[in-house]
């Protein structure tokens, strides 16, 4: 039976406009260890998005980058006997080549040690001072060297006789000293007003009601220095030598860096789940104290593991996402991680799905419709003529009701694509994406094996049924340049798709007519089989 694509309801396209953006971000990384697969997740992620933006006309601004300061760099960099610096500037590098590989269209790639930011930073401190949200005192508590916080004595439990936060699993120790706070606990109220404002600030709906829950229940003030005697590596509060800012503060701030403060109302953050209560508390809590709007949404993803565990080195199951792009190619790659990059739940990495994906889906299924259509054996060009109504009427006496059914099936999807391609993207939902444009996909493939095309010496016949499929592998490669752009690019140039009909308003039915022009007599096959 026939999945039916429903027009999704006005409430979803109001989801829309928060995906719809100028600005998009990726977290800024620890540059403390070379870049894993969870990296490369935030970043295509991020690009995806700002990709599809570019298919409905929004020129959309990409910040990605590394977060260098904080007691886990320096610490990183005294065991291997480096100066922070130095450390950085190695690891960066090498962030950096993971966007050039994966196709990552960044505007900028951001480090906090960059002098505009930290001048920021200082304009950030300024203006909390000035609206009374700083304050000097003394902090004692359980503080988590990995995640860079104080955490309460609740949150944290025994584990084999260690201290250790129930929500990272990352060992704590009692520490006590002289900080600089912001007064979080004020902000409770205009924080749960912003939040009741806009449902769809933070998604998925299960972490934006887990956020509400939080600051509903307890909101203490945050300490936002180190002392220098313990942390050296960070930008120094301004007028006091004795202490460097939080690296926190410090690194949100990136976001107002790259275009200025009245650009962060645009940002739709990328975010992993580790990170969700930085962005969608401590952000937007510093923004309403300065006066400045915050962001249209934070989209928060769970994390990659391997072989069903949690990617580590002593167990030797860390995936090198450079490996996997120069051994299989960054649409590959891109492609698994958007198919199976659920946000809701942790998603399961491992080389043999980017083969597996590769091979059934882009070669089988998309790449062998555009071979069919674009086959010597026919002429594209005749096939975007609009049949006659006998030949309609003939086909489906000679075919039978399944030929109705299926091409029936077949054009009403193709007309709602758009609409439903819209809000899956809205939702953040790459894997429902994909697998509604893939139910499209196979039910043009369906038809075209019902009705076996090349078995007709008839130019009519073949071409009337050829009409829907060549529909279906323009309209698909120009909704799936967003996720394999190399290869979206390759099928619309076989097809002979103006570089200018490349857009969402060129993504309906029969709104392209001028197509194909010599296309089933030249070109090569557009992406061939990884093999296994």
């Not at 994909?434 to 010496?457: C, G, M, Q, R």
Request: proline residues 5%; charged residues 25%.
């Amino acid at each position: 039976m026939l999945r039916v694509l429903r027009t999704p309801k006005t409430g979803v396209f109001r989801q829309c406009r928060l995906i719809s953006t100028n600005y998009v971000t990726t977290p800024i990384f620890y540059p403390n260890a070379e870049p894993h697969v969870g990296h490369l997740y935030s970043m295509v992620l991020a690009d995806v998005i700002k990709r599809y933006n570019g298919l409905n006309g929004k020129d959309t601004y990409l910040l990605t980058g590394i977060d260098e300061h904080g007691l886990k760099i320096q610490t990183a960099a005294e065991k291997l006997n480096l100066q922070p610096k130095i450390l950085c500037d190695q690891l960066a590098e090498k962030f950096k080549q993971l966007a050039e590989v994966g196709n990552i269209d960044n505007n900028r790639f951001m480090r906090t040690t960059d002098a505009d930011h930290v001048n920021t930073v200082n304009d950030m401190w300024d203006r909390l001072t000035k609206a009374g949200y700083i304050y000097k005192g003394s902090h004692s508590g359980y503080y988590c060297v990995s995640d860079e916080t104080y955490y309460p004595r609740d949150k944290c439990h025994e584990v084999n006789g260690r201290l250790v936060s129930i929500e990272t699993g990352k060992e704590v120790e009692w520490t006590e000293e002289e900080n600089y706070f912001f007064r979080l606990s004020a902000m409770r109220d205009k924080l749960l007003e912003f939040y009741n404002a806009n449902p769809e600030f933070v998604m998925p709906k299960e972490v934006y009601r887990g956020i509400v829950d939080e600051v509903s229940r307890d909101l203490p003030d945050l300490s936002i220095s180190r002392p220098t005697n313990r942390l050296s590596w960070g930008i120094p509060v301004p007028g006091d030598d004795s202490q460097v800012i939080y690296v926190w503060l410090d690194a949100l701030v990136n976001y107002a860096t790259a275009q200025g403060f009245d650009t962060v109302s645009e940002a739709v953050h990328i975010v992993g789940k580790d990170i969700q209560r930085f962005h969608a508390i401590y952000w937007p809590a510093f923004l309403l104290a300065a006066g400045i709007k915050p962001p249209k949404s934070v989209l928060v993803h769970s994390h990659w593991i391997s072989e069903g565990q949690k990617m580590s080195k002593s167990i030797g199951n860390v995936v090198d996402p450079m490996h996997v792009i120069s051994k299989y190619g960054s649409d590959s790659v891109r492609f698994l991680l958007m198919c199976d990059g659920h946000l809701h739940k942790d998603n399961d990495f491992t080389e043999t799905k980017i083969a597996e994906k590769h091979n059934t889906m882009l070669v089988n299924k998309l790449g062998n419709l555009l071979m069919r259509i674009t086959s010597a054996k026919f002429n594209l060009v005749d096939s975007l003529e609009q049949p006659r109504q006998k030949t309609v009427e003939d086909m489906a006496e000679f075919f039978g009701p399944e030929f109705t059914t299926t091409r029936n099936e077949l054009i009403r999807a193709l007309k709602e694509l758009p609409d439903v391609y819209k809000a899956d993207m809205a939702r953040g939902s790459t894997p429902k994406t994909i697998t509604d444009l893939y139910y499209v996909i196979n039910l043009a493939n369906k038809h075209v094996e019902e009705t076996k095309p090349w078995s007709f010496k008839e130019k009519e016949i073949p071409a009337m049924i050829l009409r829907e499929a060549a529909e279906t592998a323009r309209i698909a490669l120009i909704l799936m340049q967003p996720f394999t752009p190399e290869f979206a690019t390759k099928g619309l140039d076989r097809l002979g798709v103006k570089k200018e009909r490349r857009t969402m308003e060129w993504a309906g039915l029969y709104v392209d007519g001028e197509y194909g022009e010599g296309k089933n007599y030249k070109g090569g096959y557009p992406i061939q089989r990884i093999q296994e």
